[in-house]
């Protein structure tokens, strides 16, 4: 009979998600979008290709967008993340918001989705884009989703979005009050 060997146990690490810190042990090779989805209940940064390319699975990484699936948990260890349930002002560490972030309302007022699985990417890169550029031209707004896709086409109402946000976001206002 062959007694099976126990399996060792990770070392914990901490990780700071939506301004909390979560001790985790868990294997630090395992993907970061698999640890927020799993382990925290974070389903805003979707699954998509799961090999760095669609964007899907976009968390910001001390405020810059970073994908998920292409991160190990130890790479994060000690950094803040922020999920799409982070950006607005939340009760809790990834409880819906109870107040959203003016690009989340911007993406809502302009209609800027079919099937929405791009979105959580496409808000991400927006909210970094921001914060870059909080003024993009078209052209900077293009380049900095260029690597996000969406495979029903809503592209053009995605970049309305992104200048409604950016508009609202400099004018200070409630993104529902600059729509047309
Ligand atoms: S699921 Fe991460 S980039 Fe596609
Ligand atoms: S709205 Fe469906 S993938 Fe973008």
Redesign the pocket.
Known sequence: MVVPLPRPIPPSIDLRVNGRVERLVVDGAVPLLTVLRNDLGCNGPKYGCGLGQCGACMVLVDGAAARACAIPLAGVAGREVTTLEGLGRFDGRCASADELHPVQKAFIATQ????????NG?IIATVALLRRHPKPTEAQARSALSHN??????HLE?LAAVQLAAHGMAEGASVSNVMP
Do not use: E, K, T, V
């Open positions: 800027a989705a079919q099937c929405g699985y791009c979105l496409m896709l969406c495979r029903c086409g809503s995605i």
